[in-house]
């Protein structure tokens, strides 16, 4: 048990490398993928808490979450899902919530 969570936990770091370079050097693959992408947001607050917990997450009545900061939030988090990689980041913290968001012809699992 704990080694899968030190598994997880290290692939959340990793995850958040790759995004953090990405975001930096690939503008024409974030577009790509923007444009690929299906889905919405189904507020569940995952990708807020990869890694660690966003101090800007606001869990509400109804269980869903939101941004304190939503409309001057970082790059980083407008972009997420950058592509099916983050799905399956994401899918480590809450793998039983399905995120809104999906790339047609990936594997997300």
Same mark, same amino acid.
């Given at each position: 048990?704990?080694?899968?969570?030190?598994?997880?936990?290290?692939?959340q770091?990793?995850?958040?490398?790759r995004?953090?370079?990405?975001?930096?050097?690939?503008?024409?693959?974030?577009?790509?993928?923007?444009?690929?992408?299906?889905? =919405?947001?189904?507020?569940?607050?995952?990708?807020?808490?990869?890694?660690?917990?966003? $101090?800007?997450?606001?869990?509400?009545?109804?269980?869903?979450?939101?941004?304190?900061?939503?409309?001057?939030? $970082?790059?980083?988090?407008?972009?997420? $899902?950058?592509?099916?990689?983050?799905?399956? =980041?994401?899918?480590?913290?809450? $793998? =039983?919530?399905?995120?809104?968001?999906?790339?047609?012809?990936?594997?997300?699992?």
């Amino acid at each position: 048990m704990i080694h899968r969570k030190i598994k997880a936990k290290a692939r959340q770091g990793v995850g958040k490398l790759r995004r953090l370079i990405i975001s930096k050097f690939c503008h024409n693959y974030i577009k790509e993928q923007e444009q690929a992408r299906e889905g =919405d947001c189904v507020r569940c607050g995952a990708c807020c808490k990869l890694l660690f917990n966003c $101090p800007f997450l606001v869990e509400q009545e109804d269980g869903n979450f939101s941004c304190k900061i939503h409309e001057i939030k $970082p790059k980083n988090c407008r972009i997420f $899902p950058i592509d099916a990689h983050d799905i399956k =980041d994401r899918n480590t913290k809450f $793998p =039983d919530v399905k995120c809104g968001f999906h790339f047609p012809n990936k594997n997300e699992k």
